[in-house]
């Protein structure tokens, strides 16, 4: 199936971000002020997971009041997820895995997916089921050291390390070949005080500078 305007505007939109914040919060009720934080900082691309108190919810609002902000889905591990936040408006699919069936579906809604790989095996078959991104998670557990090998055999491939990417080697990641990364934990805690609010923020901008040829703009 040929790719649509809309699938590879949403491809360039994620690769010129350089950086997907991702949201895995426990309480519901602390989602919306966090990503109204991340988007005052500078975040154009985020996710909310699957295991993040009704985050559908969160997608549909985030999308509503956030146009100019490419709102995905993560921890999709199968097609029920998939479907849930595609129905909620997702605009790009995020998995941990490489599961054929939802690339298939999420590709069926021209959404880009960020497919979750680890082995040269799982690489192999996330780029013959053509995910937009190649998710490399755990990243940090791994290493630098195991990124820069795997690109050997696999060049050109559009790699995105996932888990372990903090502000302290963020660069690093890049200058290994990243195209991008994802941060989750040390970008998405709950905010509560205005103090913290404005901590994140500039924890943010903070990130955002580190990332080589940045493009970010406030939306």
Known sequence: MPLTQQHLQSV??????RLVAIIRLNNKEDVAGVIACLVAGGITTLE?????????????????K????????????????????????????VTPNTEASVITLAHAHNLPVLMGALTPTDIAK???LKADF??????????????????????????????????NNIAQWFEAGAIGVGVGND?????????EKNDLIQH???????????NQKEA
């Not at 360039?12 to 971000?17: E, G, L, Q, V, W």
């Not at 943010?204 to 940045?214: F, M």
């Open 12 to 17: 360039d939109r994620i690769a010129k971000s």
């Open 48 to 64: 909310v997971t699957a295991n993040t108190p009704g985050y559908c919810e969160a997608i549909a609002e985030a999308r509503a």
């Open 66 to 93: 956030y146009p100019n902000v490419l709102v995905g889905a993560g921890t999709i591990t199968n097609t029920e997820r998939a479907q849930q936040a595609i129905d909620a408006g997702a605009q790009f699919i």
């Open 126 to 128: 996330a780029i013959s």
């Open 134 to 167: 190649i998710k490399i998670f755990p990243a940090g557990a791994f290493g630098i050291k195991y990124f820069k090998d795997i690109q050997g055999p696999f060049s050109d491939v559009p790699f995105m390390p996932v888990g372990g990417v903090n502000i």
């Open 187 to 195: 970008l998405t805690q709950a905010v509560n005080t205005q103090q």
């Open 204 to 214: 943010v901008k903070n990130y955002l500078s580190k990332i080589p040829n940045t």
